[in-house]
């Protein structure tokens, strides 16, 4: 059994299906479970249909929701048989009925709750897989469509809602395999799931990567490949900096570090059901099959590099906070991150001095309040436009001078806030946004001048 996630470039279109109808026949006897993320930008717009129909633009919601219908009734159209066309038709109408009537009613009410948001959201996926199971069975596979909703159970926090394993690993492991073994490709959509109430839930953006890593966790599939629109990760970001080369095998605990810090190409929660249960992840390109892509394993064979790849993250804000009552004092760091915490907000890196703490924060959005209750015990401050860079190896445990050979190539640029997890496996620092490019490019060439053929391509 494998599972084979395809994420929205890779359905975006009739041909973009036909590629992927492909790819999942060339592995029939792997027994595969395809999980599909929402057509092209489709999250985006659901979204941005919400978001109209909110801000009294209900014509303009409606406007957009019928763009939304033609473009999938047309896709949709190419790649279903003639003699589904109806029934195709029939289950277009009603879900795109359903959602006008959604956004209809949040523009009466003039407000959307993230319930509601998941409940346009869901649409998505919902679309993506029924129509996908459709072109796959076009081509003549034997195919079963499962509603995710019905099998991935997550508790309610809507728009970033987190599995319940136990129910969740329990019903896909029992709905799956006997399927699987009476022939059927199964079809699911990814990122939409329920509570145990049936209510639709999302597990956050880019959530199919998480969703294919829970049915393939469940089911102790083989393999779980993810199909994206790259050959796979490389040794840089290739929005910061081109000419990057392909990284061929990297270890789950590398591939995590680089995802969570900003590697677009893997959700960083995806790796967790599959380290817990040892299932590779291979991450491929639906347009080039035949590019064997990244392997991520347990463990990554020796190489001689030092590091497998710099990871960056951009949009970043530093946020200082320093008091001379911390000397000697206990609890301070506990009041700090209490208020992050109270404010629902991820704290990413931290590094602290005896009077002083610097950590970078993502999201923004409740910043005033932050500051304005750590005002009350700490002097406080923030820079916004700054960007983390993450050097990831697991080698930088075993090899002394890393961190010396790291400062050594950025050495022109101004770096704040150095750290160095306590996995050793990742050396991070802080740079101006407008250092970013510089760094990388002076990291890159410093690292990866020469290549271990078996670990790069
Ligand atoms: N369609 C969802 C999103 O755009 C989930 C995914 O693609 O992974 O965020
Ligand atoms: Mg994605």
């Given at each position: 059994?494998i599972?084979?996630?395809?994420?929205?470039?890779s359905v975006?279109?009739?041909?973009?299906i036909e590629?992927?109808?492909?790819?999942?026949?060339?592995r029939?006897?792997?027994r595969?479970?395809?999980?599909?993320?929402?057509?092209?930008?489709?999250?985006?717009?659901?979204?941005?249909?919400?978001?109209?129909?909110?801000?009294?633009?209900?014509?303009?919601?409606?406007q957009?929701?019928?763009?939304l219908?033609?473009?999938?009734s047309?896709?949709?159209?190419q790649?279903?048989?003639?003699?589904?066309?109806a029934?195709l038709d029939l289950?277009l109408?009603e879900?795109?009925?359903?959602?006008?009537?959604?956004?209809?009613?949040?523009?009466?009410?003039?407000?959307a709750?993230?319930?509601s948001?998941?409940a346009i959201?869901?649409?998505?996926?919902r679309?993506?897989?029924a129509i996908?199971?459709?072109?796959?069975?076009?081509?003549?596979?034997d195919?079963a469509?499962?509603?995710?909703?019905s099998?991935?159970?997550?508790?309610?926090?809507f728009?970033?809602?987190?599995?319940?394993?136990?129910?969740?690993?329990?019903?896909l492991?029992e709905?799956?395999?006997?399927?699987?073994?009476a022939?059927?490709?199964?079809?699911?959509?990814g990122?939409?799931?329920?509570?145990?109430d049936?209510?639709?839930?999302?597990l956050?953006?880019?959530g199919?990567?998480?969703?294919?890593s829970?049915?393939?966790?469940?089911?102790?599939?083989?393999?779980?490949?993810?199909?994206?629109?790259v050959?796979?990760?490389l040794?840089?970001d290739?929005?910061?900096?081109?000419?990057?080369?392909?990284?061929?095998?990297?270890s789950f605990?590398e591939?995590?570090?680089?995802a969570?810090f900003?590697?677009?190409v893997?959700?960083?929660?995806?790796?967790?059901?599959?380290m817990?249960?040892?299932i590779?992840?291979?991450?491929?390109?639906?347009?080039?099959p035949d590019?064997?892509?990244?392997?991520?394993?347990?463990?990554?064979?020796?190489t001689?590099?030092w590091?497998?790849?710099?990871a960056c993250?951009?949009?970043?804000?530093v946020?200082d906070?320093?008091?001379?009552?911390?000397?000697?004092?206990?609890?301070?760091l506990?009041k700090?991150?209490?208020?992050?915490?109270?404010?629902?907000?991820?704290?990413?890196?931290v590094?602290?001095?005896?009077?002083?703490?610097s950590?970078?924060i993502?999201?923004t959005?409740?910043?005033?309040e932050i500051?304005?209750?750590?005002?009350?015990?700490?002097?406080?401050s923030?820079?916004?436009?700054?960007?983390?860079?993450?050097?990831?190896?697991?080698?930088?445990r075993?090899t002394?001078?890393?961190?010396?050979?790291i400062?050594?190539?950025?050495?022109?640029?101004?770096?704040?806030?150095?750290?160095q997890?306590?996995?050793?496996?990742?050396?991070?620092?802080?740079?101006?946004?407008?250092?970013?490019?510089?760094?990388v490019?002076?990291?890159?060439?410093?690292f990866?001048?020469e290549?271990?053929?078996?670990?790069?391509?």
């Amino acid at each position: 059994m494998i599972v084979m996630k395809f994420g929205g470039s890779s359905v975006e279109s009739a041909s973009a299906i036909e590629r992927v109808a492909g790819i999942v026949r060339a592995r029939l006897e792997r027994r595969p479970v395809v999980v599909v993320s929402a057509m092209g930008k489709t999250t985006n717009k659901l979204l941005a249909i919400a978001r109209a129909a909110v801000e009294g633009g209900r014509k303009e919601a409606i406007q957009r929701i019928h763009e939304l219908r033609d473009y999938h009734s047309c896709e949709a159209r190419q790649v279903a048989p003639l003699a589904e066309r109806a029934e195709l038709d029939l289950i277009l109408d009603e879900h795109f009925q359903e959602l006008t009537e959604l956004a209809k009613g949040l523009a009466v009410l003039g407000e959307a709750t993230p319930r509601s948001i998941d409940a346009i959201a869901s649409y998505g996926e919902r679309l993506s897989s029924a129509i996908v199971a459709r072109a796959l069975r076009h081509c003549g596979m034997d195919t079963a469509h499962l509603d995710s909703r019905s099998y991935l159970v997550t508790d309610n926090r809507f728009t970033q809602a987190s599995p319940l394993y136990g129910p969740t690993y329990a019903r896909l492991a029992e709905a799956i395999p006997p399927l699987l073994r009476a022939g059927k490709v199964v079809v699911m959509g990814g990122f939409i799931g329920a509570t145990e109430d049936g209510v639709t839930t999302t597990l956050g953006r880019g959530g199919s990567d998480f969703s294919a890593s829970l049915v393939g966790a469940a089911i102790g599939a083989e393999e779980i490949q993810i199909w994206t629109d790259v050959d796979g990760l490389l040794t840089c970001d290739p929005t910061i900096l081109e000419g990057g080369h392909r990284v061929r095998v990297i270890s789950f605990n590398e591939a995590a570090e680089l995802a969570y810090f900003g590697a677009k190409v893997l959700h960083p929660s995806t790796l967790l059901p599959a380290m817990e249960k040892n299932i590779p992840v291979e991450i491929l390109n639906s347009r080039r099959p035949d590019c064997e892509g990244t392997t991520i394993l347990p463990q990554a064979p020796p190489t001689s590099n030092w590091i497998k790849s710099i990871a960056c993250k951009k949009n970043v804000t530093v946020v200082d906070v320093s008091s001379t009552r911390m000397l000697m004092a206990h609890g301070f760091l506990h009041k700090i991150f209490e208020v992050f915490d109270r404010f629902e907000t991820p704290v990413d890196m931290v590094t602290t001095s005896e009077v002083s703490v610097s950590l970078t924060i993502d999201n923004t959005r409740h910043l005033s309040e932050i500051t304005r209750e750590l005002s009350r015990f700490a002097e406080v401050s923030h820079e916004e436009g700054q960007a983390i860079i993450c050097v990831v190896g697991d080698n930088i445990r075993y090899t002394p001078g890393v961190a010396g050979r790291i400062f050594k190539a950025v050495e022109g640029v101004n770096v704040r806030m150095i750290s160095q997890g306590a996995s050793l496996r990742n050396v991070s620092f802080v740079v101006q946004e407008s250092a970013l490019k510089p760094a990388v490019e002076a990291l890159h060439a410093a690292f990866f001048s020469e290549l271990d053929p078996e670990i790069f391509a």
